[in-house]
């Protein structure tokens, strides 16, 4: 056992005092007056032993009580498994959870404004030399993390300014800071106070283990009852191609979290700061929902917008951002054996899907593929290429990786072989087993099977058909071994793809299996071919920019740097109206400009000399949204946290774990029902002794 207050434990001689009371106040015997002998042994031997027991048991019950009470205010305490002494310094680290999930409304106040009360509580239930480590649990590599305060007024002040942070939250690594933080000091109390709302999704996987570690974790949680909380988990477009003047196509995913239903909540879709779109959703609890906006597409270029959801118990997950881009023109390189080639696609386009001449065409030599800078293109396409060399294999894989587009087109001068060994193999295509049919215009033709109508590619063509069009007949194709990592998306007759389609890395990769030239095929001069020809060229160009990439607070952005950027000063123009000057990096694979304070959500846009190069939507995680709090259970046995008593009195609470606990309540009452035996006792009559003496008669 051990006492907080042992000063009092001097008290403990003022249970003499009842003894000496006992010894020095005994009463004097009454001479009481009778006129028979008779029974007068047998009344003074009972009268004398009930009146001496009386007297032990009261001199027994004061001493106790006296005892008790002294013991009470010494508060006594059960000795804990580290036997810590009450005199020794203590070092402690706070772990403050400033992730946006502790912005949840509880009663008309944030929780992290409790979880700030609670720290400073903690703060206060400290003593002088005691060191206090405060680390959040969003960026335990801040400097902050690695002072020891031991001005606690100053501490304060520090615990009151902590903002919440949009950074995903991570109180398993922020746990494993703060025991390295105490790992060096050499107080005897090592404590860590994790104030949090003990997300599941904010521990890892991982069981924190420290072995020959004595330093003890505690949980302080803060939780909201009743919470009503949507969050917007994705946004992504359900239209591939976009072209101004036409319907485009905005999804959003809604999932309520919280654990109340939602009614007709409003959904709105703003472009550019401009509502154009809403609706409304209804989600019970743990539900989620899809819903879609459709928009005008006015203006080419870059385009950002947002979806925003009404205001909830948390706001920070109510608005997501995403961005694409518009093009005014696309910039197209063509390469080609023979000029015909070429030239039936170049017309396809020049006619465009709308009548207009929306694409600006740069025609190449097979030659020069070595050297072209692709990267300054939307897309590429080859027909009738013999073959590609492993270099220029390689190329074209980097190009697409980026988020390039080719359109490779066979035809009667390709080399099988030289394909499957550099170009298929380099870019993971299925191999060309042989050619099929005949170039004979008096032998044997076939034409089109099944066709993919819930391709992009299709989408706005065959409304009115419902994909019923003449089909072109073929003379001639490459036979393709079947692959899963292809999409089929025209086939032949017999089954055997015409137009595939190869995702790789960010771009895209459609083969046809056959030429453009007269000999080959009539589809050149079939009315699906311009518009088949300039929707692949726009999927191709626009897919890769328009994808809504997840790009979560704390990513690095990074950007290649067109030949015409370099030299020009670079900034990146941030959502809070600041902005930052960037330093190019020079590789061997070019310029590029890294970015990684992306710490608000928002856009942030590339600029060079004040011209838009790039631009990014950053959103917050939306896995912070999940207020799952992690079992009690997992939480001591996989981290080694316990949960501290709920209790107005932090201190004693604190005081409890750290010595033990305390028995100063127990005490009190035991001497408090002692005192009334006591008083009961007293009241009887006949206390007093009574020594008989003889009358005397007259």
Not at 120 to 136: F, K, N, Q, S
Not at 199 to 214: E, N, Y
Not at 599 to 618: I, M, N, S, T
Request: charged fraction near 20%.
């Amino acid at each position: 056992m051990n006492f907080l207050n042992s000063a009092i434990l001097l008290g403990l001689a003022a249970t003499a005092l009842p003894l000496l009371i006992h010894l020095f106040t005994r009463s004097k015997s009454k001479t009481i007056l009778f006129g028979s002998l008779r029974f007068l042994k047998e009344l003074q031997q009972q009268k004398i032993r009930n009146i001496k027991l009386r007297q032990i048991l009261l001199l027994i019950l004061r001493t106790l009580i006296i005892l008790l009470l002294v013991l009470a205010f010494a508060r006594p305490t059960l000795r804990s498994s580290l036997g810590n002494d009450s005199t020794a310094k203590t070092s402690a680290v706070i772990v403050l959870d400033n992730s946006y999930s502790m912005a949840t409304l509880s009663e008309g106040e944030m929780l992290f404004q409790t979880a700030q009360q609670k720290a400073v509580e903690l703060v206060e239930a400290m003593r002088p030399g005691d060191e206090i480590y405060l680390l959040t649990s969003t960026d335990t590599s801040k400097q902050l993390s690695q002072r020891a305060f031991h001005d606690f007024s100053a501490l304060r002040q520090q615990i009151e300014r902590t903002n919440l942070d949009y950074h995903t939250t991570n109180l398993t690594a922020a746990l494993a800071c703060a025991h390295t933080r105490l790992r060096g000091s050499f107080n005897i109390n090592k404590e860590i106070y994790l104030i949090s709302d003990l997300q599941a999704v904010a521990f890892g996987p991982d069981t924190l283990k420290f072995t020959g570690d004595q330093t003890r974790a505690y949980a302080l949680p803060v939780s909201a009852a009743k919470i009503a909380n949507l969050s917007i988990e994705q946004i992504k477009f359900a239209t591939s191609i976009l072209e101004r003047g036409k319907i485009a196509e905005v999804q959003a995913v809604i999932n309520n979290r919280g654990n109340l239903p939602a009614r007709n909540k409003l959904a709105q879709l703003f472009l550019n700061n401009a509502r154009v779109a809403q609706t409304a959703a209804n989600l019970d609890a743990g539900a989620s929902v899809s819903v879609s906006f459709k928009f005008m597409l006015e203006k080419t270029g870059f385009m950002s917008g947002y979806v925003l959801l009404e205001d909830d118990d948390i706001v920070e997950d109510n608005r997501r951002y995403f961005s694409f881009v518009v093009p005014e023109q696309i910039k197209i390189a063509m390469a080609g054996m023979q000029p015909s080639d070429t030239s039936y696609p170049e017309l396809a386009l020049g006619l465009g899907s709308t009548g207009q001449t929306n694409y600006q065409i740069e025609k190449l030599s097979i030659e020069k593929l070595h050297y072209a800078d692709l990267e300054s293109f939307d897309a590429v396409v080859l027909s009738n290429v013999p073959a590609f060399d492993a270099a220029v294999a390689e190329k074209l894989k980097s190009y697409v990786q980026a988020g390039g587009g080719i359109l490779l087109a066979l035809g009667k001068d390709v080399d099988l072989r030289a394909y499957n060994e550099n170009l298929n193999r380099i870019l993971e295509l299925p191999k060309f087993l042989e050619a099929i049919g005949s170039m004979n215009e008096n032998g044997p033709s076939f034409g089109l099977g099944k066709n993919d109508l819930t391709h992009p590619i299709f989408a706005g063509i065959f409304e009115s058909t419902q994909g019923n069009f003449a089909s072109p007949q073929f003379r001639f194709a490459i036979k393709t071994q079947d692959r899963s990592n292809i999409d089929k998306i025209i086939e032949y007759i017999d089954g055997s793809p015409f137009l595939f389609e190869a995702k790789r890395g960010q771009g895209v990769v459609l083969v046809m299996t056959t030429g453009f030239a007269g000999q080959l095929t009539d589809l050149a001069h079939r009315t699906i071919f311009a518009p088949l020809i300039s929707r692949c060229i726009g999927y191709l160009a626009t897919q890769s920019k328009n994808i809504v990439e997840e790009h979560l607070i704390g990513q690095e952005l990074r950007f290649r740097l067109p030949a015409d950027a370099l030299g020009k000063p670079l900034e990146m123009s941030r959502p809070d109206e600041k902005s930052d000057r960037l330093q190019p990096e020079v590789t061997g694979n070019g310029s590029w400009a890294y970015y990684a304070n992306t710490d608000v959500p928002g856009v942030f846009r590339l600029l060079a000399d004040g011209r838009l190069l790039a631009q990014w939507a950053v959103n917050v995680d939306a896995k912070e949204s999940d207020l799952t709090m992690l079992p009690e259970s997992e939480l001591e046995t996989k981290y080694a946290v316990s949960l501290l008593e709920r209790t107005e009195n932090l201190q004693s609470a604190i005081y409890s774990q750290r010595f033990g606990k305390e028995l100063w309540k127990y005490f009190a009452v035991t001497a408090l029902i002692l005192l009334i035996v006591e008083m009961l006792m007293y009241r009887e009559k006949g206390e007093e002794g009574v020594e008989a003496q003889p009358s005397k008669v007259a």
